[in-house]
């Protein structure tokens, strides 16, 4: 697993921890068209925040792992922004049950309370799920005495992820902790790596403006492939990485294509035909749905187009009166980030007293 990443709380606290961090962590694409369940990028400009305070001290218990899972408590005290039908129950919450999760991995005996703004419209196919629980567990992280390590917050993470999609799938979680694009290379045991992508290559998102259900677009998927089409979307996803590594725009637009799970769901988003017809003839390199959908997406070889081929799109969903909504975002977004961080009075206090200490110390030495 390439998961080095230490910015953003994930490295060890050499002071005392926060009592209060605000994560974000950015939408994503899950699939990328061509690698279902194995392929995500994360989008710039919008996604999901979560506020972890510390509501107690450390417990008085010992610090095994049942006596911690009995002692550590989180408790979601709000939820606001674009979905607010959520769960407040943290075993039913995705940052709720990622935040427990680093709670229970660190073996840490606190109790936290978070609050919730969704950025991320819910049943959109943007990763709304996955960046509530990466932003639960990187905001619990920052929290903590001693930090977990990516490998760790990737596992919490997913572990918040579940509650909404009923399996560990890594297509979005990775890309929002992360940032850029992902690749999924082994799932027992989870390896991920960063893949490369030409650096004119921009995305756009439309979401069409309704909402659609993962598990119901999960359900219409047969479960069996015809092996040629087995063996043609296996070589696509082959040439779809060599193109990102070599930045051969030709070859990935001949490979960023599904010709398995888009032709089942394509009947579950009206017009989705008629627009990727547009994309494509307006210079789109490839177009395909956005995770389980209704949100479609489209690469593109620059920033201009990537915007001219969302207003056609947005013009196909206009006409069968949906309310589109148009992003565009580079492929290289980055990853869930701490943004802010509050630390207690006292310990500011002193942290302050001891920089005056040293600085008069420090000019008396040099006269």
Known sequence: MTAKNTRGGFAA???PPPIEAVAFAPASVGNVGVGFDILGFALEGFGDRVRARRVTGESATGSATESARESASVRVASISGLSTRISLEPERNTAGR??????RLARA????ELEIEKGIPLGSGLGGSAASAVAGALAANALLKKSLNPQELLAASLAGEAVASGAT???NVAPSLFGGLQLIYSLHPLAITRVPVPAAVHCVVVHPGFELETRMA???LNGQVPLEKF???TASVA???KACMSGDLELLSETLRDDVIEPQRAHLIPGFEEAKIAALKAGALGFS??????SVFAWAPSEASSRRIGQVVKKVFLQRGLEPTVFVSSVAAKGARIVAQKRAARIVAQKRASQRVLKRASQRASR
Do not use: K, M, N
């Open 13 to 15: 606290h050499v002071t």
């Open 98 to 103: 990622a935040a427990l999760e680093v709670l």
């Open 109 to 112: 005996e606190i109790a936290l």
């Open 169 to 171: 799938h890594a297509d």
């Open 218 to 220: 999960r359900a219409v």
């Open 231 to 233: 063996v043609r979307q």
């Open 239 to 241: 040439g779809f990485i």
């Open 289 to 294: 749905i956005s995770g389980a959908g209704p």
